[in-house]
T-cell receptor, first 111, second 112 residues
Framework: DQQVKQNSPSLSVQEGRISILNCDYT??????FLWYKKYPAEGPTFLIS?????DKNEDGRFTVFLNKSAKHLSLHIVPSQPGDSAVYFC??????????FGTGTRLQVFP | KAGVTQTPRYLIKTRGQQVTLSCSPI?????VSWYQQTPGQGLQFLFE???????NKGNFPGRFSGRQFSNSRSEMNVSTLELGDSALYLC???????????FGPGTRLTVL
């Protein structure tokens, strides 16, 4: 049972435009959400996180939005750059217990 | 500060064999978690160790086991390898109560 879902396996965006990556979850007990970015042959690197008591967190070009009623979060990247091309995973915790990952979305930013 | 290291980086085994993977966490981190990444499945949580004790466990068969040593280094063992065990195995460390996990580069295991 996939508790964290990323329904879009891939996304292609033009450089300079906004990239929106989506993530849905089923467990209402999740209280902390994270986005990780992964390049081939490397481990995932932490990008940005949000606590369930907030609905938005911003860090430079990256903003994460959380809609608890819809059990949905999204990552916005503005403006998108070619170096952002990678696989993005959303992940969720409850009670700082085990981290549950989504299946990932491959983002490609083209010139 | 050195990051999370994993050895070996690549491994080829045959069905029925066993394998041991190693992970050295960031200095001072007491929690080590292991994940399996396969195409289409994302990162599947295997288990987490904290202060030499298994704190959490995912839904994997008993062929997958692990341990943690007093210096926080961790090993993961897979016995009686199956073709489906071919994957990238990632370990991650965190300080304990912290939420952010720091990942190593992974060990690519191929089972023939």
């Amino acid at each position: 049972d996939q508790q964290v879902k990323q329904n879009s396996p891939s996304l292609s965006v033009q450089e300079g435009r906004i990239s929106i990556l989506n993530c849905d979850y089923t467990n209402s007990m999740f209280d902390y959400f994270l986005w990780y970015k992964k390049y081939p042959a490397e481990g995932p690197t932490f990008l940005i996180s949000i606590s369930s008591i907030k609905d938005k967190n911003e860090d430079g070009r990256f903003t994460v939005f959380l809609n608890k009623s819809a059990k949905h979060l999204s990552l916005h990247i503005v403006p998108s750059q070619p170096g952002d091309s990678a696989v993005y995973f959303c992940a969720a915790y409850y009670n700082t217990d085990k981290l549950i990952f989504g299946t990932g979305t491959r983002l490609q930013v083209f010139p | 500060k050195a990051g999370v290291t994993q050895t070996p980086r690549y491994l080829i085994k045959t069905r029925g064999q066993q394998v041991t993977l190693s992970c050295s966490p960031i200095s001072g981190h007491r929690s080590v978690s292991w994940y399996q990444q396969t195409p289409g499945q994302g990162l599947q949580f295997l288990f987490e160790y904290f202060s030499e004790t298994q704190r959490n466990k995912g839904n994997f068969p008993g062929r997958f086991s692990g341990r943690q040593f007093s210096n926080s280094r961790s090993e993961m063992n897979v016995s009686t390898l199956e073709l489906g065990d071919s994957a990238l195995y990632l370990c991650a460390s965190r300080s304990g109560g912290g939420d952010e996990q720091f990942f190593g580069p992974g060990t690519r295991l191929t089972v023939l």
